[in-house]
């Protein structure tokens, strides 16, 4: 594994960043990711196979809840041999507990940022806080730390390729799912009021992400839930960033459920912790998987007290995070579908509806139908790159025979895939040393 180790600072009244290490590991031949495109039943119009890519795995500085510097982790896709400016593509993941779970960790397994770098993007993705490799408990859903993470790492990124001599061309496109799409939107939001002269946003697009925490999400809590343990998550990442919602866990948790505190170090996956409650349910209250909410974690005394409190700490955490009260400035797409039983279609109807009077950029709520959280997030991702590709400015197309003109041409083939020894007034393919494929339309 070939590893670069520096320290850059990054000098900026608003952005303490820097990055300390940076590992490649991996790399993606060009037969590596037609492959990707193959086994992982990927149609061939989300993308051009245009590069190699280099992914690497960094560790950067970024300031926590406290704004003191920490160590946090995330990954970058590099087109290789690109010969113009490229854009940058900043995917925010989803919910994840384990650290395994984390996009650094997953570098061979991501395919957006294989099949993005391979088009044509710079692709960065942070863990955020506390996940990863990075240092700390992480802040689930928590809107300022979550941006600082994702905007010191695009800056970090910049600088980075630079030294690769990849040049970077001003484009910037933001794109998360779930809990990503909660980040991305945070991210729209910081940009957009604070880093006018260092980043500007091309366009954006949120999915499925919680943006009303405190009304359309909050609402979701005396639902049968199918993974009650995000609830856990919040109270415990909102109690590290805010030290207001209980003085002891037992205030909030009844009996059996204050101990889940343990399972959000980073060891398990979202699945063990949701088996878990669903076990303390059944044997302590002989509530059942399939009619359990995550009210029914909750003690009365302090539901009623949110309830009926406008200044309850627990509250104020919620309203804090929601994502509401801006107007992007940049062309947005929200992608929902209204079958989401993990994060309310209300969300992104509200934000629809906050943002698309006062909008002077284009704004669209796309619903991807009945489908669920997870059977949304595919056709949502593949919208969203399809959204950005019409917007992003790619090397022409006199660039990229110029690097086709350095490969070696193999065979030749028909329609039919018989080798031919010249090209004729039809269809034909070749087939390069590197594995690249083209297909020629002579006339």
Known sequence: MKKILYLLAIISYFSFSQIISSDLEESFSIVDIQDIYTFGDLPSYIGDINYEVDAYKVLYYTPNENGALVMASGSLFIPINSNCPVPILSWQHGTVVSDLGAPSENISNSAIGIVAASHGYVV???????????????????????????????????????????????????????????????TVKELEENFINELNVTASAPMAGPYSMSEAQAEMLNTVYPNPGYFPYIIFAYQNVYNNLYNDISEILRPGFEDLFDMYDGTYSMNDINESIWSIASEIYGIDSTTFTPLDMINEDYYYAYQNNENHPFRLALEENDLLDFIPQSPMRLIHCN?????????????????????????FLLDGGGFN???????????????????????????????????????????????????????????????????????
Do not use: W
């Open 373 to 443: 959280h997870s059977e949304c997030a595919k056709s949502s991702i593949i919208s969203a790159k399809l959204f950005f590709d019409g917007l992003a400015t790619f090397c022409s197309e006199t660039d990229l025979e110029e690097l086709h003109s350095k490969q070696k041409i193999l065979k030749r083939f028909n329609i039919l895939g018989q080798v031919i020894t010249q090209e004729n007034k039809s269809l034909s393919i070749r087939l390069y040393d590197d594995g690249s494929v083209d297909k020629i339309i002579v006339f």
């Open 124 to 186: 960065v993705m942070s863990d955020y806080l506390g996940l990863g490799s990075g240092e700390g408990f992480h802040n689930y859903c928590h809107a300022d730390t979550e941006a600082s993470a994702v905007i010191d790492l695009i800056m970090d990124a910049n600088t980075f390729v630079n030294l690769l001599d990849i040049e970077t061309n001003g484009q910037l496109f933001l794109m998360g799912y779930s809990q990503g799409g909660h980040a991305t939107m945070a």
């Open 339 to 363: 079958g989401d039983n993990d994060v309310s279609y209300e969300n992104s109807v509200m934000a629809f509806d906050a943002f698309s009077p006062f909008m002077n950029e284009e704004i």
